[in-house]
């Protein structure tokens, strides 16, 4: 019985009564397809004209409804005049006012003497109350129509609101009483509401757009319970039964022995950790978390060549076309033509690229560099043992499940990110994985001194910029924009770069990525060779490019960026043992709270410290990174008002995770539009 109630919200939209095929097809433009959909688009405003006033109680600029005796009309006939309707209650006057009515229209609607009902926004007009152009004006018989509270919906164009509204109504009446997943007890001790109630408060009172109400609260907690749900089956699928690979660290040590540095001593404690899973008859699924110039790729290499001694293949993906490059090239120097490495991405095309599959297919390439493209369904490797894959910020969920069956089960997967996580995120966004943190930096690397400046001073840094270039030093310029624009007042890269490139001829150069790869490569390759003292770009430098020599770097309009954000794009420079330099630009002066996060950048070099601050400083949707990290899952949870239902559901979930194959949370997995991500229809 319970099973056929909860189906009917799974049920298309279009069973109802009401709703044909126009109405659906505007419907899921709003990402309304199954009834349930429906009970999950909240109202985001209302209109309670519920309540009538008597005037003396009524408020200026709010929308409110009097009852009010007609006293007099009054018709100027005068171009621009508008016409009047003078009325009253026992309390005192207010004129109802019209522009461009007609006379006829307005005597009927306004029988002298009569009392009626009028809804509308109340104004102040020479010392009286009035209401222009009511919103509802009518006889008392009709007052219902009228007092009400009315609910707002977000809508497409095409849907009329008042249909939409009367749907959603009849959706929650006839909503059954459907068995809640949450036993009494939880929901009582944790003051949450049962599932029903909550729906119903949800869109018949203001609840839906209050956070912190009881049922908004226990929505947010299923759809977070919905998540580490997913989260959880997916581990399950990944982390099955494969044959345990076999190394001496041969390679790896040989490698190890020849770098001009020693490995840190958290860098150690990852590569083992890697290297035990690698052993184990258990597939990996571990992510490197730890922050920018913590020297990640170093370890992911040497455990590559682990791999590759036992004779399987390796997949590395980097974020964009540079990236992978610069990782490529980075192997082809520590591997020292012993392995076969090959480059590839979306533009590798022609002969160049039937060889790497033909090579990929006969076992000939021990490892594959390259972008998204190494996933295409074309390439297919002959014994793939181990996927890696850098910044991997920019998957969810679903391209990691998707990633994971690509490999096979014999293949590990290994991720890289530098994006830190607030630790109430942590079980939300990697709850799949194991996680290994790089926590110190190389003893090298210098701290890097961070300075601002308004945009207007931007004159007294060429005498300074001038003295960089002459020492041979290098300077990244960074621009929130490729092109002026005509709605955002940003600075752009290639303006800059004209600029720029006027005052210091051939030391400069532009890169941005609106531009095809071989005019990239060549940049980077002039940048890289120190042709060029100054690279203007966008933030396509943002993720894990590796310059040595660069030791500053010019941020512009640098409150347009989250603080991680500029704490990444700063890692960009001081990777040598140059001191490094971050100089932020501003256009105006500085709010009082933007002047608290540059102290914060001043302050401290810690990527994880400095985005706990970024996050009670702006707020979690400005966070870059976890934005593109799979938090956009999260359609009502918000870490910063729910970090305790987070943590409620991580305790929860603790003591469930035996049983997560229980079919009462597949009704929360099919709610939350998660089913599919799993699969759980066809396993
Ligand atoms: P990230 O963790 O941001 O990806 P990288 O792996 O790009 O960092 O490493 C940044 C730089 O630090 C590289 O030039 C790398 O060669 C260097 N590096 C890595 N490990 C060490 C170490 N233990 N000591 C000194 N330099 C190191
Ligand atoms: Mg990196």
Same mark, same amino acid.
């Given at each position: 019985m319970s099973l056929i109630k909860k189906d009917f919200i799974f049920n298309d939209i279009k069973k109802l009564k009401g709703i044909g095929q126009q109405l659906s097809k505007y419907l899921k433009k709003r990402k309304i397809e199954k009834i349930k959909d429906i009970l999950l688009n909240l109202p985001y405003s209302e209109t309670d004209r519920s309540e009538v006033f008597n005037i003396n109680k009524i408020e200026i600029g709010k929308v409110q409804t009097v009852k009010v005796l007609v006293k007099k009309l009054v018709f100027p006939r005068l171009r621009n005049l508008p016409n009047k309707i003078i009325c009253q209650d026992e309390t005192g006057e207010i004129d109802i006012v019209y522009f461009n009515s007609r006379e006829g229209y307005l005597r009927k609607l306004f029988p002298v003497n009569k009392w009626v009902i009028i809804s509308g926004k109340i104004s102040f007009f020479k010392n009286k109350f009035q209401i222009t152009n009511p919103d509802y004006a009518t006889s008392l018989e009709n007052q219902d129509y009228v007092t009400q509270n009315i609910k707002k919906y977000k809508l497409t164009k095409g849907i009329n609101e008042k249909k939409y509204r009367s749907i959603s109504e009849q959706v929650i009446k006839d909503l059954p009483e459907i068995d809640d997943w949450l036993d009494k007890n939880f929901i009582q001790k944790n003051h949450l509401l049962g599932w029903n109630d909550c729906i119903n408060r949800l869109h018949k009172t203001s609840d839906g757009k209050d956070h912190n109400s009881n049922s908004f609260r226990r929505l947010v907690f299923d759809e977070i319970c919905a998540n580490f749900l997913t989260l959880s089956k997916n581990r399950k699928r990944i982390r099955i039964?494969?044959?345990?690979?076999?190394?001496?660290?041969?390679?790896?040590?040989?490698?190890?022995?020849?770098?001009?540095?020693?490995?840190?001593?958290?860098?150690?404690?990852?590569?083992?950790?890697?290297?035990?899973?690698?052993?184990?008859?258990?597939?990996?699924?571990?992510?490197?978390?730890?922050?920018?110039?913590?020297?990640?790729?170093?370890?992911?290499?040497?455990?590559?060549?682990?791999?590759?001694?036992?004779?399987?293949?390796?997949?590395?993906?980097?974020?964009?076309?540079?990236?992978?490059?610069?990782?490529? =090239?980075?192997? &082809?120097? !520590?591997?020292? #033509? /012993?392995?076969?490495?090959?480059?590839?991405?979306?533009?590798?095309?022609? *002969? @160049?690229?039937?060889?790497?599959?033909?090579?990929?297919?006969?076992?000939?390439?021990?490892?594959?560099?390259?972008?998204?493209?190494?996933?295409?369904?074309?390439?297919?490797?002959?014994?793939?043992?181990?996927v890696i894959i850098d910044e991997q910020h920019k998957f969810g969920v679903k391209q990691r499940s998707d990633l994971a069956k690509k490999g096979g089960s014999n293949c590990d997967v290994l991720l890289m990110s530098a994006t830190p996580i607030?630790?109430?995120?942590?079980?939300?966004?990697?709850?799949?994985?194991?996680?290994?943190?790089?926590?110190?930096?190389?003893? =090298?690397?210098? &701290?890097? !001194?961070?300075? #601002? /400046?308004?945009?207007?001073?931007?004159?007294?840094?060429?005498?300074?910029? *001038? @003295?960089?270039?002459?020492?041979?030093?290098?300077?990244?310029?960074?621009?929130?924009?490729?092109?002026?624009?005509?709605?955002?007042?940003?600075?752009?890269?290639?303006?800059?770069?004209?600029?720029?490139?006027?005052?210091?001829?051939?030391?400069?150069?532009?890169?941005?990525?609106?531009?095809?790869?071989?005019?990239?490569?060549?940049?980077?390759?002039?940048?890289?060779?120190?042709?060029?003292?100054?690279?203007?770009?966008?933030?396509?430098?943002?993720?894990?490019?590796?310059?040595?020599?660069?030791?500053?770097?010019?941020?512009?309009?640098? =409150?347009?960026?989250?603080?991680?954000?500029?704490?990444?794009?700063?890692?960009?420079?001081?990777?040598?043992?140059?001191?490094?330099?971050?100089?932020?630009?501003?256009?105006?002066?500085?709010?009082?709270?933007?002047?608290?996060?540059?102290?914060?950048?001043?302050?401290?070099?810690?990527?994880?410290?400095?985005?706990?601050?970024?996050?009670?400083?702006?707020?979690?949707?400005?966070?870059?990174?976890?934005?593109?990290?799979?938090?956009?899952?999260?359609?009502?949870?918000?870490?910063?008002?729910?970090?305790?239902?987070?943590?409620?559901?991580?305790?929860?979930?603790?003591?469930?995770?035996?049983?997560?194959?229980?079919?009462?949370?597949?009704?929360?997995?099919?709610?939350?539009?998660?089913?599919?991500?799993?699969?759980?229809?066809?396993?």
């Open positions: 039964k494969k044959t345990k690979k076999y190394f001496e660290k041969k390679l790896s040590n040989e490698i190890l022995n020849k770098l001009p540095f020693k490995l840190t001593s958290s860098q150690k404690k990852v590569l083992e950790e890697i290297n035990n899973d690698l052993r184990n008859d258990k597939r990996m699924f571990r992510i490197i978390q730890g922050d920018v110039g913590s020297g990640k790729t170093i370890v992911s290499l040497l455990s590559a060549a682990n791999v590759i001694e036992n004779k399987y293949q390796c997949a590395f993906m980097g974020p964009t076309e540079i990236l992978a490059t610069q990782h490529y =090239n980075l192997a &082809k120097k !520590i591997f020292n #033509s /012993k392995l076969k490495i090959e480059f590839l991405s979306g533009k590798t095309e022609g *002969k @160049k690229r039937k060889e790497i599959i033909d090579n990929l297919n006969n076992g000939k390439i021990d490892i594959l560099f390259g972008t998204h493209a190494l996933f295409q369904k074309k390439i297919n490797f002959k014994k793939l043992g181990y607030p630790r109430t995120m942590m079980m939300s966004l990697y709850g799949d994985m194991d996680i290994s943190k790089i926590t110190e930096k190389p003893k =090298n690397r210098k &701290k890097i !001194i961070t300075l #601002s /400046k308004p945009e207007k001073k931007i004159n007294e840094l060429w005498p300074y910029i *001038k @003295k960089q270039i002459n020492l041979k030093n290098q300077i990244f310029w960074v621009c929130p924009l490729i092109e002026e624009s005509n709605f955002l007042d940003y600075s752009s890269a290639k303006k800059k770069f004209d600029l720029i490139n006027k005052k210091f001829p051939k030391h400069v150069g532009l890169i941005h990525g609106g531009l095809d790869k071989s005019k990239k490569d060549a940049v980077l390759k002039n940048f890289l060779s120190k042709k060029i003292s100054v690279l203007v770009s966008t933030t396509v430098i943002e993720v894990g490019i590796d310059f040595p020599n660069a030791n500053l770097i010019i941020i512009e309009n640098a =409150n347009k960026f989250g603080l991680a954000q500029l704490h990444q794009l700063r890692g960009r420079v001081g990777r040598g043992d140059k001191q490094g330099v971050c100089i932020l630009l501003f256009k105006d002066g500085l709010s009082k709270n933007a002047v608290k996060r540059i102290k914060i950048l001043k302050d401290s070099d810690d990527g994880f410290f400095i985005a706990e601050e970024d996050l009670k400083l702006r707020g979690f949707g400005d966070l870059t990174g976890f934005q593109q990290s799979g938090i956009k899952n999260f359609r009502f949870a918000n870490p910063i008002y729910h970090n305790d239902l987070f943590e409620l559901a991580e305790k929860y979930f603790y003591e469930i995770q035996h049983n997560i194959n229980d079919e009462k949370y597949n009704f929360l997995l099919k709610f939350f539009d998660k089913a599919e991500i799993i699969n759980i229809n066809n396993d």
